[in-house]
C-alpha cells in the first residue's frame, strides 16, 4: 500500500483558533471566501471586440484609457495551438519601441488596422494581429515570445500582446467602432446559426446580416 508523501505546506495551513474581542467571538476569514468573486478584468476593464474580417480580438479598455490588446476567446488560433509570437512585423519591430516619462513621449502611433505581431499556430497558419485602436503603443508583452504558450494559460486579460493609449479626444469613436459584449456574443451567434442555415432559392426571405454570413 503506498503512502503519500507528507505536505511541505501543511504547517502553514489556515487553522481558525476561537478569538473574542469586545465579548463577541471573530468569525474566520474563511467565511468570507467567494468562489465567484469577480475577476480583476470585470471589476477593471470593460471587454470591447474588433474584427478582422471573421477573426476576433479582444481590446479591454479600463477606466484611466489604456487598453489591453489581446485575442479573443474565439479566436482560431486557441484551438489550433500557438507556435510563435513575432513582434517583428517585417518593417518594423515593435518591440524597440521605447516610451519616457508620464506623457510616454516616444510611443509609435498605431492605427486601428496596423499590425501590431505575427503570431503562427502549430498547425502552419500566420495570423497578422491587428492594434485594434488608434493610439499610443506604450508596451509589448515580450513574455509571449519566450513562452507562446502562456496565451492559452493565462487568465484573460493576462496574456495581452501590448498596451495602447488613445486620446482622451478619441475614447469616444474608439468605443463606438468596436463591439461590446453583448454584440459580439450576437454576432457569435449569427455566424453559427447561419452556418446550419440552408440558403434557398430565394436570398431575400433571410435577414440583410444573415445573407452575408450565407454569402461568404
Keep these: 500500500m503506498s503512502v503519500l508523501p507528507e505536505d511541505p505546506l501543511e504547517a502553514f ?3 481558525h483558533e476561537e478569538q473574542e474581542i469586545c465579548g463577541k467571538l471573530v468569525t474566520p476569514i474563511t ?3 467567494q468562489e465567484d468573486y469577480p475577476t480583476v478584468v470585470d471589476r477593471f ?3 470591447y471586440y474588433y474584427f478582422k474580417g471573421d477573426v476576433p480580438y479582444q481590446v479591454l479598455y479600463h477606466s484611466n484609457r489604456i487598453c489591453l490588446i489581446c485575442l479573443a476567446p474565439d479566436h482560431p488560433a486557441l484551438s489550433q495551438g500557438i507556435s510563435s509570437v513575432n513582434f517583428d512585423i517585417g518593417n518594423v ?3 524597440q519601441n521605447v516610451v519616457k516619462g508620464k506623457g510616454k513621449k516616444g ?3 498605431l492605427q486601428a488596422e496596423s499590425t501590431l505581431v505575427l503570431i503562427t499556430t502549430e498547425s502552419g497558419e500566420t495570423y497578422k494581429v491587428p ?3 488608434r493610439g499610443k503603443l506604450v508596451e509589448v508583452n515580450t513574455a509571449l515570445v519566450e513562452e507562446p504558450k502562456l496565451l492559452e494559460q493565462l487568465p484573460e486579460g493576462a496574456g495581452y500582446f501590448a498596451i495602447l ?3 482622451i479626444e478619441n475614447c469616444d469613436a474608439i468605443k463606438a467602432s468596436l463591439l461590446t459584449q453583448e454584440q459580439y456574443e450576437e454576432r457569435l451567434k449569427i ?3 447561419g452556418a446550419v442555415i440552408v440558403k434557398t432559392e430565394n436570398s431575400n426571405d433571410f435577414p440583410e446580416i444573415l445573407k452575408k454570413e450565407l454569402d461568404t
Design 13 to 15: 495551513y489556515f487553522e
Design 31 to 33: 467565511d468570507g471566501f
Design 45 to 47: 476593464f470593460t471587454r
Design 93 to 95: 519591430d515593435r518591440s
Design 107 to 109: 510611443g509609435m502611433i
Design 131 to 133: 492594434s485594434c485602436i
Design 165 to 167: 493609449l488613445p486620446k
Design 191 to 193: 455566424k453559427k446559426e
